[in-house]
């Protein structure tokens, strides 16, 4: 089979164990999936095992994939899950390690800097979004990051996602409208 054929014919052909056909669609979307693990890993290598890591979860549940034909989203999906559990990981670790500095220099702060408390209080609404932003099916999360996370254009978006422009324009206004409501849920549940 030529390597022109659509996604869904390899991602079919692939469910049904060739895993050759794997290999094709590894070559097309590896650039998508490794700019996407560029924009969280803190080097060159934590991209690559990012996108290995991507591709080999795709591979393992590539049975789940109820439409061949959107495998590039669903792949973004997954690939966008693996680099957000990588960058939540990553802001746990350096949180710790900054805390730890933080009591270890308190004697020799005399007066709390309010910058500080305003870069927690950032960090605890990043928290809170990334939260919300995880109850999101990928459907949602998926567009609604590459719009305001990502800047890209719904034209853009579109052809990466190979979703129409109109669609995606609803995705985006739902998954503002639910985030809304899952933040103020949160802030409520806060003051409780």
């Not at 099916?137 to 996602?161: C, Q, V």
Request: hydrophobic share 35%.
């Amino acid at each position: 089979m030529p390597n022109d054929a659509s996604d869904g014919t390899y991602a079919r052909r692939v469910q049904n164990g060739d895993r050759e056909a794997f290999r094709i669609l590894i070559e097309r979307y590896e650039g998508m999936v490794l700019d996407l693990a560029h924009q969280y890993a803190n080097t060159p290598e934590d991209a690559e095992d990012l996108a290995q890591d991507a591709f080999t979860r795709a591979y393992d549940r590539i049975e789940d994939l109820k439409n061949p034909d959107r495998f590039s989203s669903w792949l973004y999906g997954i690939a966008l899950n693996r680099c957000r559990d990588y960058a939540k990981n990553v802001r746990r670790e350096t949180y710790a390690f900054s805390r730890t500095e933080e009591h270890d220099d308190a004697d020799a702060l005399p007066n709390e800097h309010p910058a500080q408390d305003e870069a927690l209080m950032a960090e605890e609404r990043g928290d809170r979004l990334w939260s919300a932003l995880d109850e999101l099916s990928s459907t949602y999360a998926t567009p609604f990051l590459l719009k305001y996370r990502d800047g890209l254009t719904y034209k853009a978006m579109s052809k990466r996602m190979d979703v129409s422009v109109s669609a995606l324009k609803v995705r985006v206004h739902r998954a503002r409208k639910k985030l809304r409501t899952l933040l103020e849920d949160q802030h409520a549940d806060s003051r409780s």
